[in-house]
């Protein structure tokens, strides 16, 4: 046993917790709990914990359902609050998936980033990844298509009268950091109800796991405080949208590769030959970075989330943004990539982003110029004439994009590339053939 194992252990027992969960993420991004004792654990560590992949969704099928969980001390965190009654704490672990023979699961969204970060250091590079994530505190949350009540009725860094938001906050911030997840800033975001918490950077996987921690924590806080909270990607027709803009740098070792002191955007060539791949495949990988019907009504003018493949510097109506916050500071230059929405697989989406910047670093991909004019203002002939390609407008034409990538069944691996694309075309299907309440509200009496 190796001395994480050892301290998952002893702290189990110092502690006295009863339970301990193993957590991890399914192919659309559910999270998945199994809890153990911990005298369990020492054959979880050597052994894993055998579970019916057949049973979740993406896993695997179903003659080849035997799958097992292990977990992975470095993760390993005790969830800061007591059961309902008073009880002993229980702690949390995520796991890796593998077949019965020992070896990796393919359906595993941990393992395609895995896979894809060890590309990436085997090019040099370890990449780091700050979230700021968007999401709304709701009074209630109706399941029989009503529109849902926002909990409060502040905006854009509205402070005070909104004294659940601001509880809530801090209540959701306190939670986060005893469990290892720093918050760099927090704030009302600009519709009612809508909050942002920005996660302090991390390695992309660590902050795949924190992700998902932090939506888990999100809403278990919003139900102590007597509100629900949802990561929907656009629950309102007439407010904005809850984004979750990522910001990501490359370093090689100690040196950021994204810096250059010289550039206009302090950007070096190998950050412009990142951000110009993520922009050469930013329509192929639109379905994993906003995989629900839902997300492309977030993707609008006029609401500060992109609608084509664009980059800027000031720029928010841009698919990349290059922040100019500090100045001359090589460790924090870093790009912005605001598609991404609350509601993605961050494993996946991190995957995908991380290969397309990769590709362009490999092939050497020059960035077109920089976006400076408000796009959301152009016309569609404006845009096209300044050359800017529309990002996809629904999850079919983003699927149909998918579906010609070259990209996306190596990033992805063929397994979790072929179940996405299955399965978000029974979605697609499903939401296409369905009528709307604003088809019964306009056409109805018209027609
Ligand atoms: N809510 C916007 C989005 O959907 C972002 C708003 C902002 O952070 N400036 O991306
Ligand atoms: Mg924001
Ligand atoms: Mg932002």
């Known amino acids: 046993m190796d001395r994480q194992q050892e301290f998952v252990l002893r702290t189990l027992e110092e502690r006295d917790i009863r339970f301990v969960r193993l957590w991890f993420t399914d192919v659309l991004g559910f999270l998945k709990s199994v809890a153990v004792a911990p005298a369990e654990l020492e054959g979880a560590f050597s052994e894993g914990i055998g579970f019916d992949g057949s049973a979740i969704e993406g896993f695997a099928r179903v003659y080849e359902s035997d799958m097992v969980a292990k977990p992975d001390p470095s993760t390993f965190q005790v969830l800061p609050w007591e059961t309902p009654d008073g009880g002993p704490y229980s702690a949390r672990m995520f796991c890796d998936i593998a077949m019965p023979d020992g070896s990796p699961s393919w359906a595993d ?106 939506r888990y924590v999100v809403k278990e806080v919003a139900l102590t405080q007597g509100v629900r909270a949802t990561f929907m990607p656009k629950p309102f027709t007439d407010q904005p949208g809850s984004g979750m803009h990522t910001h990501v740098s490359l370093f090689e070792g100690d040196r ?25 495949y930013a329509k192929e990988i639109s379905a994993v970075t906003n995989q629900w019907v839902n997300s492309y009504k977030r993707l609008i003018s006029g609401s500060e989330a992109p609608t084509t493949v664009s980059w800027g510097r000031a720029n928010r109506s841009a698919l990349v943004r290059v922040p100019m916050y500090s100045p001359g500071k090589a460790s924090s230059r870093r790009v912005e990539i605001r598609t991404l929405d609350s509601a993605c697989n961050p494993y996946l989406a991190y995957s995908v982003i991380l290969a397309a910047g990769l590709k362009g670093i ?86």
């Open 362 to 447: 490999e092939k050497g991909y020059e960035l077109p110029p920089p976006a400076e004019d408000n796009i959301w203002q152009l016309s569609d002939s404006e845009r096209r004439a300044a050359g800017y390609s529309q990002l996809p407008q629904n999850l079919g034409e983003a699927l149909a994009e998918m579906e010609k990538s070259e990209l996306l069944p190596e990033a992805l691996g063929e397994h979790v590339y072929d179940f996405f694309l299955r399965n978000k075309r029974v979605e697609w299907d499903n939401y296409r053939s369905a009528v709307t309440p604003y088809e019964l509200r306009t056409l109805l009496p018209m027609l």
């Open 256 to 280: 950021n590769a994204f810096y250059d002191a010289e550039d206009p955007h302090e950007l070096s060539e190998t950050g412009k030959a990142f951000v110009a791949g993520v922009l050469h």
């Open 109 to 214: 969204p941990r393992h395609v980033l895995r896979r894809q970060l060890s590309k990436a250091s085997e090019a040099g590079f370890t990449c780091y990844v700050h979230p700021e994530i968007e999401f709304f505190l709701l009074a209630n949350l109706p399941d029989d298509g009503s529109e849902p009540e926002p909990a409060d009725n502040g905006g854009y860094f509205d402070q005070a009268s909104h004294a659940t938001a601001t509880h809530f906050r801090r209540h959701a911030i306190e939670t986060l950091e005893a469990m290892g997840i720093s918050v760099e800033f927090s704030h009302h975001e600009g519709a009612p109800g809508q909050q942002e918490i920005d996660l302090r950077y991390a390695d992309a996987l660590t902050m795949a796991d924190n992700v998902m921690t932090f």
